[in-house]
């Protein structure tokens, strides 16, 4: 299920369609629960990239990306800059 919401997110730039904090964290909710934390951190940098103001949900699914992927280091350090914004 996360390619294809991967997918149609991926359409929506190339239609020109703008991405909001709500269809990021779509595609961050759902390429975590797929346990892919590399293409959630990635669709998390993007987001800055693209000056999307990142939200508590999203903060919370790229933790928990992380958590289930072991990689505790990551997930302290997007916990921390969470508590930090």
Sequence with gaps: ??????????????????????????????????????????????????RVERDVMTYNSAVNACEKGEHWVQALQLFLEMADS
């Design 1 to 50: 299920q996360w390619v294809q919401v991967l997918q149609l997110f991926r359409e929506m730039a190339e239609s020109r369609v703008e991405r909001d904090v709500i269809t990021y964290n779509v595609a961050v909710l759902a390429c975590g629960k797929g346990r892919q934390w590399e293409q959630v951190l990635q669709l998390f940098r993007e987001m800055g990239d693209n």
